[in-house]
């Protein structure tokens, strides 16, 4: 259900099966790291420049998590949230933030592979890399003869639409008042257009390609539900269909952040297990529908406390910080409802790893869940099958 700005490049077709998560499986991520992508106390992270991983096995179905920090202030050590799917040898992108693209080589996976970028919303520190998968990366083969496909398809919120009120009582700027809500193929166009200069010069020089060409964007059309950007943004609804090429089913649902519509949790059922993004959400009866019975949940978690104890956050970003995300001790009864065997932990914040330990994330999380917690960590691995 996408509105397509160019032929679409998915084939109709049904998943041909499904196996439960192995819960056996170890998971091989940065730095030795195992038993689903969760860091040995005291193992260090991946440093910058290492080499990249070992390849990702095309045999089967392999979650990646590129980057697990939420933004859009920048850290150190972690990379902006971005994830990828392998199934199969081919890979399924989901948001691509703060360097996503070299994240993705380093995690062993090869560009040739790309198959579709979903964006769950259009917030920067979810699509600040976004432009580079267009530009950079479908540019042309590296030095090691690796280069994305073209065309490639992306998935993503269409227009808002309205912009919303202000929190506050005081009327707040508006950047490019004449057109304030742009979509993804507006984000795209626009992205392209800003750089034209460096396109148009690589085109003259050594024959470059119209990076236009280079992506298929399909803005998702939301089923009449009733959702408003100006006031219901994610009312009750169930799963729709977004893709489906005969290898994976890619389904979605709405989901409260904030002021932001809008805002997308999505669910991908592969042969091998069903994995669910759940972007950026407070808690959400829409998410605990959509992960109904799948394998692996990867959720956003935010630690409240933290913030609530630090000084110099005003009341404004406190009430955000509450509305639009999921404190940790929520995330482990909501996988509990889903039914989930395994929930990894997303898009955490504070980001920074020395402020909030593996531990404590993970202790946290466990409770109300009776299935597996995982602390994802920057390119760690959780096989499927």
Same mark, same amino acid.
């Given at each position: 259900m996408?509105?397509?700005?160019?032929?679409?490049?998915e084939?109709e077709?049904a998943?041909?099966?499904?196996?439960?998560?192995?819960a056996?499986?170890?998971?091989?991520g940065a730095?030795?790291v195992?038993?689903?992508?969760?860091?040995?106390?005291?193992?260090?992270a991946?440093?910058?420049g290492?080499?990249?991983?070992?390849?990702v %096995?095309r045999? #089967? $179905?392999?979650?990646?998590l590129?980057?697990?920090?939420?933004g /859009?202030? +920048?850290v !150190?050590?972690?990379?902006?949230?971005?994830?990828?799917?392998s199934?199969?040898?081919r890979?399924?992108?989901?948001?691509?933030?703060?360097?996503?693209?070299?994240?993705?080589?380093?995690?062993g996976?090869r560009?040739?592979?790309l198959?579709?970028?979903f964006?769950t919303?259009?917030?920067?520190?979810?699509i600040?890399?976004?432009?580079?998968f267009v530009?950079?990366?479908?540019?042309?083969?590296?030095?090691v003869?690796?280069?994305?496909?073209?065309p490639?398809?992306?998935?993503g919120p269409?227009p808002?639409g309205?912009l919303? %009120?202000?929190? #506050? $009582?005081t009327?707040?700027?508006?950047?490019?008042?004449a057109? /304030?809500? +742009?979509? !993804?193929?507006?984000?795209?166009l626009?992205?392209l257009e800003?750089?034209?200069?460096s396109?148009?010069i690589?085109?003259r020089?050594?024959g470059?390609?119209?990076?236009r060409?280079?992506v298929?964007?399909?803005?998702i059309?939301?089923?009449?539900?009733?959702?408003?950007?100006?006031s219901d943004?994610?009312?009750?609804?169930e799963?729709?269909?977004?893709?489906?090429d005969?290898t994976v089913?890619?389904?979605?649902?709405?989901v409260?952040?904030?002021?932001v519509?809008p805002s997308?949790?999505?669910?991908f059922d592969?042969?091998?297990?069903s994995?669910?993004?759940?972007?950026?959400?407070?808690?959400?009866?829409n998410?605990?529908?959509l992960?109904?019975?799948?394998?692996?949940?990867?959720?956003?978690?935010?630690?409240?406390d933290?913030?609530?104890r630090s000084?110099?956050?005003s009341?404004a970003?406190l009430?955000?910080f509450?509305?639009?995300?999921?404190?940790?001790?929520?995330?482990?009864?909501?996988?509990?409802r889903?039914?989930?065997?395994?929930l990894?932990?997303?898009?955490?914040?504070?980001?920074?790893?020395?402020?909030?330990?593996?531990?404590?994330?993970?202790?946290?999380?466990?409770k109300?869940?009776?299935?597996r917690?995982?602390v994802g960590?920057?390119?760690?691995?959780?096989?499927?099958?």
């Open positions: 996408t509105k397509p700005s160019g032929r679409p490049v084939a077709g998943v041909s099966r499904r196996r439960l998560l192995g056996s499986a170890a998971a091989v730095g030795g195992a038993a689903l992508g969760a860091r040995p106390a005291g193992a260090a991946a440093e910058p290492r080499d990249r991983l070992s390849a %096995p045999d #089967g $179905s392999v979650l990646c590129l980057g697990t920090a939420g /859009p202030p +920048p !150190t050590t972690r990379a902006g949230t971005a994830s990828a799917l199934v199969h040898g890979v399924y992108v989901v948001d691509c933030g703060r360097s996503a693209v070299t994240q993705y080589g380093r995690a996976l560009l040739r592979d198959a579709a970028v964006l919303h259009l917030h920067i520190d979810h600040a890399d976004y432009g580079n530009l950079l990366a479908a540019h042309g083969p590296n030095d003869g690796d280069a994305v496909p073209t490639f398809a992306v998935h269409g808002a309205a919303p %009120p202000d929190h #506050g $009582s009327t707040p700027p508006t950047v490019a008042p057109e /304030p809500t +742009p979509g !993804t193929r507006e984000l795209t626009k992205s800003a750089t034209a200069y396109s148009n690589f085109n020089e050594s470059a390609a119209d990076p060409t280079r298929r964007v399909h803005e059309d939301i089923p009449p539900v009733g959702a408003d950007p100006l943004r994610a009312p009750d609804m799963p729709f269909s977004v893709m489906d005969g089913r890619v389904s979605a649902i709405l409260p952040h904030g002021l519509y997308f949790a999505y669910r592969t042969p091998d297990g994995v669910v993004f759940s972007g950026d959400t407070a808690p959400s009866d998410l605990v529908r992960a109904h019975g799948a394998d692996v949940l990867v959720h956003e978690v935010i630690d409240l933290f913030y609530r000084s110099g956050y009341p970003l009430r955000h509450a509305e639009a995300h999921t404190d940790v001790a929520e995330v482990g009864p909501i996988a509990e889903s039914g989930v065997s395994t990894v932990l997303d898009h955490l914040v504070p980001a920074d790893t020395f402020l909030v330990s593996d531990a404590s994330w993970r202790r946290r999380a466990q109300g869940f009776s299935g917690v995982v960590g920057d390119l760690a691995r959780i096989p499927l099958c």
